[in-house]
């Protein structure tokens, strides 16, 4: 297998910061996508053409580690990225339309919560933006059918916290709300554009996890895909033949998440079998997975490890190697 084949994109923590990387589809890094910055950066949610010829993704170069503009890039290896995006507000959690002439994605450019904008694309340049969306709450994470309707999930803060559920813009600028929440976000829309994938929260055994739902567009009747409560699934991404599920899967911790990895399913397997994406080198802090490769290699991905056992034995050695580190 080449070195320079891309066939699965992630965000890989480490001590520079995140970083984009193309893994193959055992979970092992084959090089290091973007050319990196001379700084502390933050590359994460990258999004691939349908084309499969630029990758767009939100980052931090040039700002602080807490805010985002878009930047684009050729796929290729330690490819030097361009600003797509300028300004003083956040621009994040870009996605193409079908046609691969625009992108759209969350800013909060007008009003200071996040909205919806399209902006065309040519050659790797962006047009005028426009906006698509000015509720009072904050639309986020968009994903974009053929006719060119927006799927996103509406998130608003509430007495109790955070209400989040699922709408859809049809391209006449129409509003309808899909889900009735509330807690419902980052949806993904299948290739065929049937299936919505999903994150859904509830409450297993008296502790909250989010797990992954699918909608059916047709019947608006909605499915559990997997359980596992130990860990929050977020960001599902679809493989292009649609055969496969990606996302990220974190460890929760008491403040903040103990690991974060990228799993799959298959969507034919009854039951549902959560894998795990991991490199040879071991345990390495992943998320926010986009697709390149229009065909996966099914049979490598099926001898990947199963999720949670792997996660266990990951973290086992995580912390094995704190108490070297600490011992006299």
Known sequence: MPDDRVAIVASERGPAGARLVAIDEHGDRRHVLIAEATTIVRDTNPAVSPDGHWIVFASSRGRTLEETSLWIAKVGVEVAPQRLTDGAWIDSHPTWTRDGRAIVFASTRAAGNFDLWRVPIADGRAGEPMRLTSAPGHEVTPTVARDGTVIYAEVTPDQSGVEAHLEERAPDG??????????????????????????????????????????????????????LPPTDESGPVWSRDGRFLFATSALRGEHAPLFSSVIYIELSEHPAVARMLEDHAGGIVRLTPAIVAPVLDADALRRDPEYLPELARVMSQIVDRAKDRQAP
Do not use: K, N
Not at 182 to 194: E, F, H, K, Y
Not at 210 to 217: K, N, Q
């Open 174 to 227: 129409a509003i309808t709300r899909l889900t009735d929440g509330p807690s419902d976000t980052t949806p993904a829309l299948s290739p065929d554009d049937a299936t919505i994938a999903f994150s859904r929260a509830g409450a297993h055994d008296g502790h909250v996890s989010t797990d992954l739902w699918r909608l059916d567009r047709a019947s608006h009747a909605t499915e559990l895909l997997i359980d």
